[in-house]
C-alpha cells in the first residue's frame, strides 16, 4: 500500500512595461511518501522539502531582439528510512542569460545562452549554448543546435540505501543536433502532412548509470559514452465538419555505446549501454470533437540488452492502449455551470506479456476511469 501526501505553495509578482517584463517566484513544496509491502517486507517512508526561488527578466529592446536574464536557488532535503541515518540537503544556485535575433527578414533566428551553477557555494563549469534556424521556403526550415550539459548525482544517486554512491562524479557532455521541419501536404481543408527530421551526437564524460550489482542496483560512472541516432516524426490531420482527425507517427534510432574501457579486457568497450532501445516507434491515430478525444496509441520497443557485454537481452514488445475523453457543461437553475470531465484508459490493450526490467513483468491488461467536478461561472 502507498499513501502520498504534499502541500505546495507558489507566490508571484509579475511588473510589465512597454518593453521588459520581470516575475519573481517562491515555491515551497512539502511532500510525503510511504509505502509498505508485507510480501517483501518492505516498509519505506520518505518526505522531502523543496524551497525554490526564482527572479527572470524578459527585454525586446529592438524589433527581432528578445534578452533574457534570470537567478535561481534551490534548497532541498530529505528525510527518508532509504538513506539510513543520513538527511541530505542539496544547495543549488543558477544565473543564466539568453540572446535571441530575427535575422533576414524574419527567416532566420540565431540564440545563444550561457548558464553558471553554484553546489554549496562552488561553481561548476560554464555551460554555453548556440542555435541557429532558416525558413528556405514556405515549406521547408533547418536548424541546427551545438550545447554544454553538466548534470549533478541526484540524491538517489549518491545516497539510496541499498546502492547509493556518494563517490559519484558529475556528468559533463557536449551535444550538437541538426534537423529539418517540412510540410508535405499544407493544403487548408484538405489532408495536412508535415514531419521534423532530426540527427543529434552527444559525448558524455563520466555518464551516471545504474548497474545491477549483486541483489540490487548501483550508480556508476562510465568514462565515455557516445550516443547518437535519428529522430523522425510525421503528423497527418483532416478538418472535417464536427471534428479533427489525426495520425502520429514517431521513430527513434539511437545508439548509445560505451567508447572508454572501465578496466583491462572491458567486454562492455563498444557496445549498446543497457535497457536503452536501439529501435523505438510510436503510432497514434485519433479523433477529436467540440467536447469528445478518442486515441489509440500503438508503441514498439526494440530488444535491449540486460548485460554491459550485450549477452544478456530481452525481446522487443509492442502495446496498445485506447483513451476516451468527454467533457459537458452543465446549467444548474439558479446556479454556478458545473463543467464535468469524464475519461476512460485501457493499457496493453492486448494482454501483451513483457518486460521494462528483467525480471519483473509488467502489468496485463489494466483500466483507469476518472472524473473531474468543477465550477465553470454563473448560469
Known amino acids: 500500500m502507498q499513501t502520498d501526501a504534499f502541500t505546495r505553495a507558489l507566490l508571484t509578482w509579475k511588473r510589465k512595461t512597454a518593453r521588459t517584463e520581470t516575475q519573481a517566484r517562491l515555491a515551497w513544496l512539502n511532500e510525503r511518501i510511504e509505502y509498505q509491502d508485507s510480501v517483501s517486507k518492505t516498509d519505506s517512508r520518505s518526505r522531502a522539502r523543496t524551497l525554490v526561488g526564482e527572479l527572470e527578466v524578459h527585454a525586446r529592446p529592438y524589433p527581432g531582439t528578445y534578452l533574457e536574464a534570470g537567478w535561481q536557488s534551490l534548497h532541498i532535503q530529505a528525510f527518508t528510512n532509504t538513506y539510513g541515518s543520513l538527511d541530505p540537503v542539496q544547495y543549488r544556485q543558477a544565473a543564466y542569460a539568453s540572446w535571441q535575433q530575427q535575422l533576414f527578414r524574419e527567416r532566420a533566428q540565431a540564440s545563444l545562452s550561457l548558464r553558471q551553477e553554484w553546489r554549496r557555494g562552488a561553481p561548476t563549469p560554464l555551460m554555453p549554448a548556440a542555435g541557429i534556424s532558416y525558413r528556405l521556403t514556405p515549406r521547408l526550415s533547418l536548424s541546427a543546435r551545438g550545447s554544454r550539459n553538466y548534470r549533478l548525482p541526484t540524491l538517489n544517486d549518491l545516497y539510496w540505501n541499498p546502492g547509493g554512491n556518494p563517490n559519484l562524479r558529475p556528468e559533463d557532455s557536449w551535444s550538437a543536433e541538426a534537423g529539418a521541419t517540412y510540410s508535405i501536404l499544407p493544403h487548408p481543408g484538405k489532408w ?12 558524455t564524460r563520466d555518464w551516471i548509470i545504474w ?3 549483486g541483489s540490487y542496483w548501483t550508480p556508476q560512472n562510465l568514462q565515455r559514452v557516445w550516443a547518437r541516432g535519428i529522430e523522425q516524426a510525421f503528423h497527418l490531420e483532416r478538418d472535417l465538419d464536427r471534428c479533427q482527425l489525426f495520425a502520429d507517427l514517431r521513430y527513434t534510432y539511437c545508439r548509445s555505446t560505451q567508447q572508454q574501457a572501465i578496466r583491462e579486457n572491458d567486454a562492455s568497450l563498444h557496445k549498446q549501454l543497457i535497457y536503452v532501445p536501439v529501435h523505438q516507434g510510436h503510432i ?10 478518442l ?13 554491459s557485454d550485450n549477452y544478456g ?3 522487443a514488445f ?10 459537458k457543461c452543465l446549467a444548474i437553475p439558479r446556479s454556478r455551470k458545473i463543467a464535468l470531465g469524464i475519461s ?13 526490467v528483467a525480471g519483473r513483468p509488467m502489468p496485463g491488461r489494466n483500466y483507469l476511469a476518472s472524473l473531474s467536478v468543477r465550477g465553470a461561472g454563473k448560469s
Not at 318 to 325: P, V
Not at 344 to 356: F, K, P
Open 313 to 315: 537481452s530481452l525481446p
Open 192 to 203: 495536412r502532412l508535415s514531419g521534423q527530421s532530426q540527427l543529434y551526437s552527444s559525448r
Open 318 to 327: 509492442a502495446t496498445g492502449n485506447l483513451f476516451f475523453s468527454l467533457q
Open 295 to 307: 486515441i489509440y496509441e500503438q508503441g514498439f520497443t526494440g530488444k535491449r540488452f540486460t548485460s
Open 284 to 293: 497514434n491515430l485519433g479523433v477529436t470533437g467540440k467536447s469528445y478525444t
Open 344 to 356: 476512460l484508459r485501457c493499457d496493453n490493450l492486448w494482454n501483451a506479456r513483457y518486460q521494462v
Open 211 to 213: 548497474l545491477p550489482e
